[in-house]
């Protein structure tokens, strides 16, 4: 079943929600986000208002206060059963109370109770957070503001105290009573290129000559239809630095407030691996849940999500390595496999999973993904080849830590490589699985494609794996770093590393420099990155390399208020309180006892709506569709064999916009391989025609790359000559000896 979203408000209920107002400052690749939920009760009686929201689940949440008819409510952190008691005791005293938490089961959702809003009465309520904002591959850094919660599908017996289960009223996206406005200031001392936002904005504004710094505001009119998301693009992302912030000068020394915490941020430029490994077994984890059948974006003519995903297996299946094991699995409420276990990738193996793909549908109910991973950790390892699993999914799970606890338990044999679907897919289990098995994650929402990001992954897969990782620093005699971030085993091609540390010990004078430097070993090649920085603290009232010093130590203790282990639910407990940011075992509470108004009988409760977005059972099946119509590219793609090789059929002569005879004509070798002479048009075409998709077909290019060397290399040279002649193109025939 799907959880329900809840039943439809009368018009005639006030909505005491009436407006969100963001501020949001980003400097380099860390953004602070100030947000004010603004409450007005217009009712006669007193109210229980509850708003259950998303948040990306990087977000360090370390501020929660309240202004209730002008006076300053402080919130503190405490105990989550301790906050719940403290807030139900409150109320029945006739007390104001409010109440900020994480969801127990999913670590990107929130809920804010104001409790006992007397009639007329307004409040501000104000959260803060933190987050680090994520490299894109075109060098964009992202930042998305969560506006969209997808009802999240549940099991039978799952607990009923998670905010997921209210039952939440929600409205026509026109009749959405409470606003949404965005100002936010964007700097670095790069400068900035461009800024890009999938909403509209009023302004944009670039100050000074060299553009370090820039204004940005959401255009009014924004209906909660979908995330607002921000590109930035530096003049430079990828210069390695570290930032040291002083500690919090009223708190003890030795603990994590109390000392100078660093943030170091690598780029390793790791050298592409040539030729990439060749084994493994693969596996593709697909949702085919009938949230699948929405598009993949608002836009018009926006290709179906489960289309897309026909057509990414399609790529993926075509870019494998000969000799490797695949399997290809969709799932739903149930789940099906292509084969019983993985099977070898031959032109037989592939050829029947692609007959399959072209009849997959969005057809298995809800989003059941726990059943397919335990089938999946289930099998025997294949000796000499190590699992790589992608899964692909729009994330609408309740119980995401249980989710990622499987995960992790089997993290050991393999890596996990995920990708959320859509608007509102859960940050929380995507990010999550891909975290706890050494993977990426990857969202994919508006224009993005889900076949490149997919492939990307693919290639990063295909690479020998980083080896001997480590962090060495070169500190003054009487200082020394306690890193906080988990250890980390696995650095990809192209990404960005962060790691916090805390300096502990003497502070040296203000003109001392320290020096870290990140190692590791390629192909039993060594590597370092060695990056000098000034030991001189910096202050910041908010603490904001402190704070996400703190969250990176809980995602890798916190796994959810009833999965957590007893001896780390100490740490987790000890960390999130003595550092201000929230957890799964954590509360913010905020208690107005100038009121002292006891409720006669209980409060009456209104939930803050949310609006009906496009469900898949509005949107008309196009089945057939994308995949294999009209785009030429894929149709090349699809006549490709296993081992890289095209055959000289009427298929190609169609993609390639000639007759047969002409092409057998134009062949140079007489008596010659036919076979040879279609791989090399189809790969000419694919540099001719495709070039702007080069990330989605280069894998499977280089097959047949490969493949032209060993079957065609004494004539290679002629049949590029012949084929660049033959399709007027202005591709170097020298490319394919590079």
Request: hydrophobic share 40%; net charge negative.
């Amino acid at each position: 079943m799907v959880c329900p979203c809840g039943l439809l408000t009368r018009q005639e209920e006030p909505v005491p929600l009436k407006s969100i107002s963001v501020t949001l400052s980003i400097c380099e690749f860390v953004a602070g986000v100030s947000a004010t939920l603004n409450y007005e009760n217009e009712e006669k009686v007193p109210l229980e208002a509850f708003f259950v929201f998303p948040m990306d689940e990087d977000s360090a949440v370390y501020s929660f206060e309240a202004m209730v008819d002008g006076k300053k409510i402080m919130a503190e952190l405490q105990d989550k059963m301790k906050a719940h008691s403290d807030y139900e005791d409150a109320i029945s005293q006739g007390h104001q109370a409010f109440l900020l938490e994480e969801d127990k089961c999913s670590r990107d959702v929130f809920c804010c109770n104001v409790g006992n809003l007397q009639p007329g009465s307004k409040a501000e309520l104000t959260l803060k957070y933190v987050q680090e904002l994520p490299l894109e591959a075109d060098g964009a850094l992202r930042y998305v503001l969560p506006a969209i919660l997808n009802p999240r599908y549940e099991l039978s017996g799952w607990p009923e105290d998670s905010c997921l289960k209210m039952k939440t009223p929600v409205v026509p996206l026109e009749d959405l009573p409470y606003t949404l406005s965005m100002v936010a200031t964007i700097s670095s001392q790069h400068g900035i290129q461009n800024i890009q936002c999938n909403c509209p904005l009023s302004l944009i504004e670039y100050l000074g000559d060299d553009k370090t710094s820039a204004q940005i505001t959401l255009a009014d009119g924004h209906k909660f239809d979908r995330d607002v998301e921000l590109l930035i693009y530096y003049s430079e992302v990828h210069t390695p630095s570290v930032a040291v912030e002083m500690g919090k000068p009223t708190t003890k020394p030795d603990c994590l407030m109390g000392d100078p915490c660093a943030m170091v941020s690598f780029y390793p430029n790791i050298p592409e691996a040539q030729p990439p490994i060749t084994r493994g077994e693969f596996v593709f984890l697909m949702d085919r849940s009938g949230s699948m059948q929405c598009p993949m974006s608002k836009q018009n003519k926006s290709q179906l999500r489960i289309e897309a995903a026909k057509e990414t297996l399609t790529l993926l299946l075509k870019s494998l390595p000969m000799g490797c094991y695949f399997n290809v699995y969709g799932f739903g409420s149930r789940y099906e496999a292509f084969f019983p276990r993985s099977v070898r990738y031959t032109q037989l193996t592939m050829e029947q999973a692609l007959r399959r793909v072209k009849l997959m549908r969005a057809d298995l109910g809800g989003t059941e993904i726990l059943a397919p991973l335990k089938n999946i950790y289930s099998g025997h390892s294949i000796r000499g080849h190590p699992l790589q699993l992608f899964v692909f999914t729009d994330g609408e799970v309740i119980d995401t830590f249980s989710v990622i606890d499987e995960v992790q338990s089997n993290s050991l044999r393999h890596r996990c490589f995920s990708f959320g679907i859509g608007e509102g897919a859960s940050t929380s289990l995507i990010k999550g699985i891909a975290r706890v098995a050494g993977g990426t994650s990857e969202f994919i929402t508006g224009n993005d494609r889900m076949q490149s990001k997919a492939l990307r992954a693919l290639k990063r897969s295909l690479q020998p794996l980083v080896e001997d990782v480590c962090l060495s620093w070169d500190l003054p005699r009487d200082l020394s770093a306690n890193v906080l971030s988990p250890e980390q085993t696995v650095i990809f091609r192209g990404q960005r590393l962060i790691v916090y540390a805390q300096l502990t010990g003497m502070m040296p004078p203000a003109d001392a420099t320290g020096e870290v430097c990140l190692k590791y070993t390629l192909q039993g090649k060594s590597f370092e990155n060695k990056v000098t920085f000034s030991l001189q603290p910096k202050s910041d009232a908010n603490f904001p390399i402190h704070r996400l010093a703190a969250k990176s130590f809980l995602q890798t203790k916190d796994m959810g208020f009833r999965q957590t282990p007893a001896k780390d639910k100490k740490d987790v407990l000890e960390v999130s309180i003595e550092c201000g940011v929230i957890s799964s075992h954590t509360a913010f509470i905020a208690i107005n006892k100038d009121l002292n108004n006891p409720v006669r009988g209980p409060l009456v409760r209104r939930g803050v709506p949310r609006p009906i977005l496009l469900s898949a059972t509005s949107v008309l099946p196009r089945y057939g569709g994308f995949v294999f119509g009209d785009n030429h590219l894929v149709q090349l793609i699809s006549l490709q064999k296993a081992d890289g090789s095209w055959d000289l059929n009427e298929g190609l002569a169609m993609v390639l916009h000639m007759n047969m005879e002409d092409i057998l004509a134009a062949f140079p070798i007489k008596n010659g391989n036919s076979s040879g002479w279609a791989t090399v048009l189809a790969v000419l075409w694919l540099h001719t025609n495709a070039k702007n998709m080069q990330c989605e077909w280069e894998l499977l290019e280089r097959k047949a790359v490969a493949w032209i060397q060993m079957h065609a290399g004494s004539v290679m040279n002629v049949l590029m000559k012949a084929a660049v002649g033959f399709l007027q193109s202005s591709v170097d025939a020298s490319m394919l000896t590079r």
